[in-house]
């Protein structure tokens, strides 16, 4: 498949046309416009009265199609201007940009390979027995280092299960207690797999403005009393902002959560191994009132291909995501499972760990001092990117691009929040980061006027 920058426009069609008689056919066909690009992001759709008068049908026959379409994420209600067309959906996921030879790629989000455990060793470690039916879907020992993991942080581990990876953990969480229509907190600017995720399972998001230290108590409080049933945050490494609860922020969400009991908390740690920040937690012991839950993955840590996450939660939400996990995809591979307990046993593999969490920060931090003696703001106080505020993100990406960087714009990550563009800075040595900077600086001045 042929991938395209995402800020070059595509060639669609300038007219789309809707064709069905009944609600689904209707829905499909915008479905179909959605996916083949003849309705692009942002795309108004006709009123419900003019498509009924086009298409022959009753009003009440295209709204339920564009009812149907709201519920799965595809369309959006904009009040006075109509039915528009989602930014992403479950048809059009969000792809990664292709840069040409020569640009160096700082979009991706991976963490860098040579920090990375060597598997190898370890691989030849595994019983190669063949686990059957009925075999317990957690591995003990798997659980008892999580259980210690967990404990480190003081969230509390009575309960845990495994899952394949943390937006499947995410998912499983949200599923386990919420219903079509239900509204999400989400942070903003967001991991747009969250956002992505939320949308696909018919729920609302709602934004939450965050800082260098995470969600403000004012949108937390706005997002629950607006009646979100839950809200999804990130305790440190927040992608794409930056940011990591301290103990004092953490104690107002808290204590601003203790005002809604019924409200679902659910946490992704997904770089707790990896950075060096001490973790605060909404979750920590002891637990908050209602239903919580914390995921942890190792596909930062330990590779991307190792998709195992471990969600620790109260006794409801951990039953309710096994038990579906049980009837689905049933267990995570014993084998992946045995890997990750060999790693976690190995007392090599925390002292890589460590190394890894003192150079992403060190390499972070090298482009943020870079930054700032240009005077060009930015925020990255945990993880592995870097958030720089932009005035004009397409432009600011495509001159980057010309002088050698690929990095992404923020309106993937964006709800409300202001415009940037998002660096990863995975492999970005600090020798690099001052070129990058001077770039950035060069792309952000006004070329001199030619009149005259």
């Known amino acids: 498949m042929r991938h395209l920058l995402y800020y070059k426009p595509l060639n669609v069609p300038t007219r789309y046309h809707i064709r069905g008689k009944r609600a689904s056919d209707i829905a499909g066909s915008i479905e179909r416009g959605i996916r083949d690009g003849g309705l692009g992001r942002g795309t108004r759709l006709p009123t419900v009265r003019s498509l009924s008068n086009r298409l022959g049908v009753s009003a009440a026959t295209v709204a339920s199609a564009y009812r149907e379409l709201r519920t799965r994420g595809l369309v959006v209600a904009a009040g006075r201007q ?8 479950p048809v059009a996921p969000r792809g990664r940009p292709s840069f040409p030879p020569g640009v ?11 920090l990375l455990p060597d598997l190898a060793p370890h691989l030849g470690r595994l019983d190669t027995g063949h686990v059957l039916y009925g075999t317990a879907a957690s591995d003990p020992r798997l659980l008892e280092l999580a259980a210690e993991r967990f404990a480190r942080d003081g969230i509390p581990s009575d309960f845990l299960t495994v899952v394949g990876g943390a937006l499947d953990g995410v998912e499983r969480v949200l599923s386990a207690h919420l219903r079509t229509g239900d509204r999400v907190a989400v942070e903003d600017p967001c991991y747009p797999g969250v956002t992505d995720l939320v949308r696909t399972l018919a729920l609302v998001p709602v934004p939450m403005r965050v800082d260098d230290l995470g969600p403000t108590p004012a949108t937390l409080t706005a997002a629950l009393r607006a009646g979100a049933a839950a809200c999804v945050v990130t305790p440190r490494a927040q992608n794409p902002f930056g940011c990591a609860l301290d103990r004092v922020r953490a104690a107002e969400l808290r204590s601003i959560l203790r ?25 920590e012991t002891p637990p908050r009132p209602g239903h919580w839950a914390q995921v942890r993955t190792v596909s930062k840590s330990l590779g991307p291909d190792l998709r195992l996450a471990v969600v620790a939660g109260d006794a409801t939400t951990v039953a309710r995501v096994e038990g579906r996990r049980l009837i689905g995809a049933g267990w995570v591979s014993h084998l992946l499972q045995q890997l990750v307990v060999s790693l976690w046993s190995d007392p090599s593999t925390d002292e890589l760990l460590a190394a890894a ?6 390499r972070r931090d090298g482009l943020l001092a870079a930054l700032g003696a240009r005077g060009i703001p930015a925020h990255g106080r945990s993880g592995l990117n ?3 505020p932009v005035a004009h993100e397409d432009a600011t990406v495509a001159s980057l691009q010309e002088r050698g960087w690929g990095v992404l714009a923020g309106e993937r990550f ?22 990058f900077a001077s770039d950035l600086q060069a792309a952000l001045t006004p070329a001199p006027s030619r009149l005259g």
Not at 82 to 89: F, N, P
Not at 259 to 283: K, M, N, Q, W, Y
């Open 104 to 114: 160096l790629d700082l979009s991706g989000g991976n963490p860098d390979p040579a």
């Open 386 to 388: 870097v958030w720089i």
């Open 82 to 89: 109509g039915t528009t067309v989602a930014g992403h959906g």
């Open 357 to 362: 969490a003192s150079t992403y920060s060190r």
């Open 414 to 435: 964006r709800m409300a929040s202001d415009r940037a563009i998002r660096v990863t800075t995975t492999t970005l040595e600090p020798s690099a980061a001052e070129r």
């Open 259 to 283: 005002r809604f009991p019924d409200v679902l908390v659910l946490e992704d740690d997904h770089a707790c191994d990896i950075t060096e920040r001490p973790g605060a937690s909404l979750c």
